[in-house]
């Protein structure tokens, strides 16, 4: 990192952009985009690349992979990785009933905190950098569904980065210096069927088998130093008439880890089930999604944060540890730098009511234009 020259006319420059900051905002929230829409994200990403061309003066590329299109803008070579995505949670039809709106300085509407805003910041951030100064932003379409067709491409960039900027939201401001890892699992539980009045005894049952593995799965949690690791039994079903012994059951199971050591841990456990009911059968999919980003791989970006913050004549930035995931993830488990939550400042992400605080606007975009500098 060199010592930061951000200019000291930097926010006010960002200030006068907060009008035609929201105009965009609203442009991007009325445009649907549901992660499983093709049809609707091939029609945000025009809309991004449209305000992107405009603000930076070049079009992005269109990277498609695997029928979807991410967008990229790349100046220089060796500056850092901008890291966001433009699909959401919420399916089309949703802005009908929720439109976009401004009140008491808050807008609203559907995916405006998670992440539109931050893509809006991010665009007018760097349209305030000269032309020269190196950085590449990637944003993507698949992120809310864990990133299948923007993995490779976010880890190609990334490794070339000399650290990653997050544009997820915040709540209250706070930057995401810790992410716990993701792991995800399917247990399929194969019995026998029966029928349940005239020879229950012939089945094996699966729904049964179900309710051991619930309970060994929820036993896998963590205790002592390894408390904040949660091992989450969530969909589970069984069964196909209310008089057959149940032949077949399934079982979702979430979990989420600070540390690499720990996921681990619970990976090898899950995979060391073992059947409860003699004859029944067990078969595991899913695995580790997403590594941690622990602190070690943020501290330096943090520092340099508050740094910038107190340049330009902000509160210096809280940090939060938090147990969901991201595509920062990804990037530092690669070990590239990555500081997240660079996004709006907000509250109610993936809720209905998700909101944006407006004035915080102008005032990331400066954070950000300022640590791209820094760097």
């Known amino acids: 990192m060199t010592t930061v020259d951000i200019g000291p006319d930097l926010l006010t420059r960002l200030e006068r952009r907060r009008a035609a900051m929201v105009e965009d905002l609203a442009a991007l929230v009325a445009t649907e985009s549901p992660s499983a829409d093709r049809q609707a994200l091939a029609g945000c990403a025009a809309l991004v690349g449209e305000i992107g061309a405009r603000l930076l003066g070049a079009p ?52 405006a905190f998670d992440m539109k805003a931050g893509i809006v910041q991010g665009l007018h951030a760097l349209a305030e950098l000269p032309a020269d100064r190196p950085v590449t932003l ?48 399917e247990l399929r539980i194969t019995g026998r069927a029966a029928h349940a009045g005239l020879d229950p005894g012939h089945g094996i049952n699966a729904g049964i088998e179900l309710a051991h593995q619930v309970l060994a799965v929820a036993r896998l949690a963590g205790t002592g130093p390894s408390a904040a690791t949660t091992v989450t039994p969530t969909v589970a079903s069984a069964g196909t008439t209310s008089n057959t012994v149940p032949a077949a059951a399934r079982l979702a199971v979430d979990v989420r880890a600070e540390t690499a050591a720990e996921q681990e841990r619970i990976d090898a456990a899950v995979r060391a089930l073992r059947p409860a009911l003699p004859g029944a059968r067990l078969e595991l999919a899913g695995g580790i999604d997403r590594p941690p980003l622990e602190p070690a791989l943020s501290a330096a970006l943090f520092a340099l944060a508050g740094y910038v913050a107190a340049a330009l004549g902000l509160d210096p930035p ?36 998700e909101f944006v605080v407006l004035d915080e606007l102008p005032r990331r975009a400066a954070l950000l234009a300022g640590l791209i500098t820094g760097l």
């Not at 060796?78 to 709106?101: E, Q, S, Y």
């Not at 990334?158 to 995800?184: D, M, N, Q, W």
């Not at 990804?330 to 209905?352: C, F, S």
């Open 60 to 111: 992005a590329e269109v990277l498609a992979v695997d029928g979807r299109s991410h967008l990229r803008w790349r100046r220089g070579s060796d500056g850092p990785l901008v890291l966001g995505h433009f699909d959401t949670v919420w399916p089309r039809g949703t802005i009908d009933r929720w439109p976009f709106a401004v009140r008491d300085g808050q807008a609203s509407g559907p995916g």
């Open 138 to 185: 990637l944003l993507t379409s698949d992120e809310e569904i864990g990133s299948p067709s923007s993995r490779d491409l976010i880890a190609e960039e990334a490794a070339r980065a000399p650290a990653v900027l997050v544009l997820e939201p915040s709540e209250r401001g706070a930057l995401k210096t810790a992410r716990k890892g993701f792991s995800t699992y």
């Open 318 to 353: 809280g940090s939060a540890h938090v147990g969901g995931a991201s595509d920062g993830n990804i990037t530092a488990a690669l070990g590239v730098p990555t500081l997240d939550g660079l996004g709006a400042v907000g509250a109610n992400a993936h809720a209905e009511g």
